[in-house]
């Protein structure tokens, strides 16, 4: 789904009031019914962090503001960007500024704010998790857990809080997972993904160090150790040594981050980064009234 796509489906649960038979069809205009009593009139305003963390939506900000002045068929506000995207930002930095017709800007207020808070909250996190193994080699990776509709805007915010992404969808990687194994043996699934052309990344996942063995013979691309111990992983470690990349899954937290990238892994995939991340703070201020 495109950033356009999701921006319109926004702005339709905010502004757009569901038709039913009994409605005169006149149907899909936009309504504000609280923004349309105030008066209208040029603003300037601030957009504001009021936490600290790393920032996300120069491009979505601007594009939400347009969207929503087509809607009501008025002019478009500019958002003028003092700060990009993977930018950190500490608490009262000012972000932006926005200038335009007061309504416009209430009526796009929400759905802006919606959709950059939560993308500078996946950066923020990001950088906590990137900032916490930068001693180490290890990488911290996102997964496929991630918003319906919003998984390339979210893999983004990761990139932009220091990290890189998994794969992106089902397509551009092979990732031979424990339920694939209950029907299939390793080395069969191996051989056929193997003959696919194009040829893809091909990782498998293991549960124990007798199934690491068995894709260390199958020499595959990465491998994939899930929810092991820290004890465990650094054995994997100590019998690849260096023949083959690692990646860690399952069971990751900040409690034991350290420990897991100390290890030596190269890799280490965190859901939370994107299913269980908090909003950064952020917020409009308006001129005093």
Not at 15 to 30: V, W
Not at 60 to 82: E, K, Y
Not at 153 to 159: G, L, N, T
Not at 217 to 235: F, G, H, S
Request: aromatic share 4%; glycine share 8%; charged share 20%.
């Amino acid at each position: 789904m495109t950033l356009l796509s999701i921006i319109n489906l926004a702005l339709d649960e905010d502004l757009i009031e569901p038709t039913s038979p009994s409605h005169d069809p006149g149907g899909d205009r936009a309504v504000d019914l609280t923004g349309s009593l105030v008066e209208q009139r040029i603003i300037q305003l601030d957009l504001v962090a009021r936490a600290p963390g790393v920032f996300v939506g120069e491009t979505v900000a601007p594009l939400v503001l347009a969207q929503t002045a087509a809607r009501f068929d008025r002019p478009h506000p500019t958002f003028s960007a003092i700060i990009t995207d993977g930018a950190r930002v500490e608490a009262n930095t000012t972000i932006a500024s926005i200038r335009g017709e007061l309504r416009t800007v209430l009526a796009a207020e929400r759905t802006m704010l919606n959709l950059i808070c939560h993308l500078s909250g996946v950066a923020t996190m990001t950088r906590t998790y990137v900032d916490m193994v930068a001693h180490t080699s290890a990488i911290i990776r996102d997964t496929r857990k991630t918003t319906p509709g919003l998984r390339a805007q979210e893999k983004y915010a990761v990139r932009c809080g220091g990290g890189e992404n998994h794969r992106l969808g089902l397509w551009d990687a092979f990732l031979i997972k424990d339920n694939h194994l209950a029907f299939s043996s390793m080395q069969d699934l191996v051989a056929r993904a193997r003959g696919h052309q194009p040829p893809r990344p091909l990782e498998v996942e293991v549960d124990n160090l007798d199934q690491l063995e068995q894709a260390l013979e199958l020499e595959v691309d990465l491998i994939l150790l899930d929810n092991m111990r820290v004890a465990a992983i650094k054995e994997a470690v100590e019998r690849v040594a260096g023949r083959c990349r690692l990646e860690v899954s399952g069971g990751v937290g900040l409690y034991n981050l350290q420990a897991i990238a100390e290890t030596g892994v190269d890799y280490i995939s965190v859901g939370a980064l994107t299913h269980s991340c908090p909003i950064l703070d952020l917020g409009l201020d308006y001129p005093q009234v």
